[in-house]
């Protein structure tokens, strides 16, 4: 089994366990005022399991969503972007959307949660891990990458069932623009589903409000898409 990333540091945001992949898993889950509704995951950015991606999954449970944050780095959070860097390579691809869909059986298994499907949102490393993981698993109905970083070649995405909206900066120089051309082309040629891609004049990570490339006017505007998305394809 591949080992998770180590790291020194701080302990990540948990408050749950739950069997995935072959091992115990932690994560943070989120549920709204009401006790129950509809599933999403949040996928973590390379920094790790942060009060951000925290923040966001209450965010999402205070719009009647029922969120779980899975830790991928096993309690770790990273300070520095060379080590962000490393934690993100030691994670092959294959064990990250392994350990994501145990994570998806975990919420699906919950009685608050309504769906039979469920949503997935992520930022960075996870906006790219919420592809990955929605052409690997059709249980996945709507897919919402921020900013999502590809590692490697496209997924194929030949048994992709989700619908996909997507939040990008137009000043971001790791994914640039014409690179969606090709993203929005091979999900719509190999699945027939053809992707919402938006772009925003902001950088990377304009949505996280701990950075300071956070940019309030677009990270407003994705989320004030995103939520209404998720409601219309979970339920």
Request: proline letters at 6%; aromatic letters at 8%; one cysteine or more.
């Amino acid at each position: 089994m591949t080992e998770l990333p180590k790291s020194t540091g701080a302990p990540a945001r948990q408050n749950v366990t739950f069997p995935s992949g072959g091992t115990t898993a932690h994560g943070y889950l989120a549920l709204p005022p009401s006790g129950s509704g509809p599933g999403v995951i949040v996928i973590q950015e390379w920094w790790g399991l942060t009060d951000h991606i925290a923040d966001v999954a209450d965010r999402l449970a205070a719009e009647g969503l029922v969120a779980l944050a899975p830790d991928l780095y096993g309690g770790n959070v990273a300070h520095e972007s060379a080590e962000a860097l490393r934690m993100m390579q030691d994670l092959p691809v294959s064990r990250g959307v392994e350990l994501l869909s145990g994570a998806v059986d975990h919420l699906l298994s919950l009685d608050e949660v309504t769906s039979d499907t469920v949503g997935a949102v992520g930022f960075c490393m996870g906006g790219g891990f919420v592809l990955y993981l929605a052409a690997a698993d059709s249980r996945v109905s709507a897919a919402v990458p921020f900013y999502g970083v590809i590692q490697g070649e496209l997924p194929d995405f030949s048994g992709l069932k989700a619908e996909i909206l997507g939040h990008y900066g137009e000043l971001d120089e790791s994914i640039p623009a014409k690179s969606l051309d090709a993203l929005r082309e091979a999900v719509r040629e190999q699945s027939g589903i053809t992707p919402d891609l938006r772009l925003y004049p902001a950088n990377h990570a304009f949505f996280n409000d701990g950075r300071p490339v956070y940019d309030a006017e677009s990270a407003t505007r994705a989320w004030e898409s995103t939520v209404p998305f998720l409601h219309e394809w979970l339920g």
